[in-house]
């Protein structure tokens, strides 16, 4: 156990400091840019460019008046949000009677969330979302067992606060309907079942003054396409390969081999229940999502939710191993979940490539800064030109301070490769020298390449930074 804890707050405390020390990826740009300035122009801001509702930026602008625009001033929250999953899931866990295993499950959800950087320790609403959504769902496991009416209240709360933070988090209650139907911790009776109904319809009424903006995320869903349908090969792999549960299982059956048989009767056979039904209600709820309404979600963020059935079946799965569980078993655990972490430390490199382009002597006095940021809204000629959304497809900029004006290039999708040409064709004609911020994750990198080539523009230089990359370019007759 003490071999176990040390390794967690090693790399707990190095991890932590190399993310939280990051400069800031495209999405939480934009949340820094949502959040500078007034609270009534952080509101309006987050109702007409954000997917969620403003309660999670409110949060944040009221952070910023009191830490500054810094980094972790801007992630403080979710810093705290993820901390605070990781107790109420040790809560969940002693209803639950695990035992003196909750602190492996609860190491194990923490490593899980972890393996998500851009959810865990970063300016975006999810690890907030992923909190109250635990909290929902411990408050839920309290309302089987016991009359009080304290549990159902801040059941009810806490269900509205998710869906406020993130609108796809009310999937949860997909997992909390199944809970209903397949375990048999506490008692399931008409009764309860009455309760939980009213609980929802209390979340409706709450919910109601978020309607208009639902209306108007809906609209923008199915006016572009955020994600690949769903299928059932997708359904397949997120419920049995990925994140940590394909991990989870190669590991009890290699300390099975140790062993003439796995000991399965020292496995609580509710917390296996209750921790397969929580990881596959994800990907089931957002395929049913689908199919229902003809929304595609298919984006695994959208169900962090679930990452607490990791630590569940973790528990479930040292047990079996016994008696190997007490050193061998819970550190290759760790080990298991530390690579996938480790490998997606820091999504970032906006800041470093703004720096690099803004070193003195880097750039002469006529050249033009051009931005690629990937927006999904850029596709839309006349969202581009309109100078209300110029600022938002700008964000990254913003934040780092990059002096002057500066041009939006559309996004590249086979829909816009015509427009993206265009755009590009039009800017070189204005300027003898051009600097390009641009998403690695894109191929637009390459298809300015070529177009700039094709006019007769030579790159001078091209530097990657993690996921952004800098084209400095200049025309033939320079």
């Not at 934009?30 to 969620?52: E, H, K, M, P, Y």
């Not at 079946?313 to 979940?337: K, N």
Request: charged share 15%; with cysteine.
């Amino acid at each position: 156990m003490a071999t176990v804890l040390g390794l967690t707050t090693i790399f707990a405390l190095i991890y932590g400091s190399r993310v939280l020390s990051s400069g800031l990826w495209l999405d939480e740009s934009i949340t820094a840019w949502v959040t500078d300035g007034g609270l009534s122009q952080c509101v309006d801001r987050a109702w007409n460019f954000q997917g969620q509702s403003p309660l999670y930026f409110i949060v944040v602008w009221g952070l910023r008046q009191v830490l500054g625009d810094s980094e972790l001033g801007l992630r403080l929250l979710s810093v705290v949000s993820t901390v605070g999953a990781v107790v109420i899931f040790f809560g969940i866990q002693r209803e639950l009677r695990v035992g003196r295993d909750a602190w492996l499950g609860a190491t194990a959800f923490a490593l899980a969330l972890w393996t998500h950087p851009d959810v865990a320790l970063t300016a975006r609403p999810y690890a907030a979302a992923v909190f109250f959504a635990v909290l929902a769902t411990f408050l839920l496991l309290r309302m089987l067992k016991t009359e009080s009416w304290v549990d159902p209240l801040g059941y009810t709360l806490a269900v509205a606060t998710t869906i406020s933070l993130h609108y796809v988090f009310a999937t949860v209650l997909g997992f909390h309907l199944l809970l209903f139907c397949v375990t048999r911790y506490g008692h399931v009776t008409r009764r309860l079942v009455f309760r939980w109904i009213g609980c929802l319809i209390c979340v409706a009424v709450l919910c109601v003054p978020l309607l208009p903006h639902l209306l108007l995320v809906r609209e923008k869903a199915t006016r572009y396409e955020i994600s690949l349908p769903p299928r059932v090969h997708d359904l397949l792999y997120q419920s049995f390969v990925s994140d940590g549960l394909m991990p989870l299982a190669i590991l009890v059956a290699g300390f099975g081999l140790l062993r003439p048989k796995l000991n399965f009767a020292a496995v609580d056979q509710d917390v296996v229940r209750i921790g397969v039904v929580w990881w596959i209600a994800g990907p089931l709820s957002i395929y049913c999502v689908y199919h229902l309404l003809g929304i595609s979600l298919n984006v695994p963020r959208y169900y962090l939710w679930r990452l607490p059935a990791i630590g569940l079946l973790a528990v479930a799965g040292i047990q079996a191993v016994y008696p190997h569980r007490l050193v061998a078993a819970p550190t290759l655990l760790l080990l298991t979940f530390m690579v996938p972490a480790w490998q997606n430390v820091d999504r970032s490199g906006w800041r470093e490539a703004i720096q690099w382009a803004s070193l003195p002597g880097r750039l002469n006095d006529n050249c033009r800064v051009v931005v690629y940021s990937g927006l999904i809204e850029s596709a839309e000629p006349g969202w581009l030109k309109d100078d209300s959304y110029r600022p938002y497809f700008l964000a990254p900029l913003k934040h780092y301070r990059v002096p002057g004006s500066a041009d939006v290039l559309p996004i590249l999708i086979p829909s816009t490769e015509s427009f993206f040409d265009a755009e590009v064709d039009k800017i070189v004609c204005q300027r003898s020298q051009l600097v390009f911020y641009l998403d690695r994750n894109s191929p637009a990198g390459e298809r300015l390449k070529q177009r700039l080539s094709q006019a007769g523009w030579t790159v001078d230089q091209c530097q990657q930074f993690r996921l952004a990359e800098v084209i400095v370019a200049r025309s033939g007759s320079e």
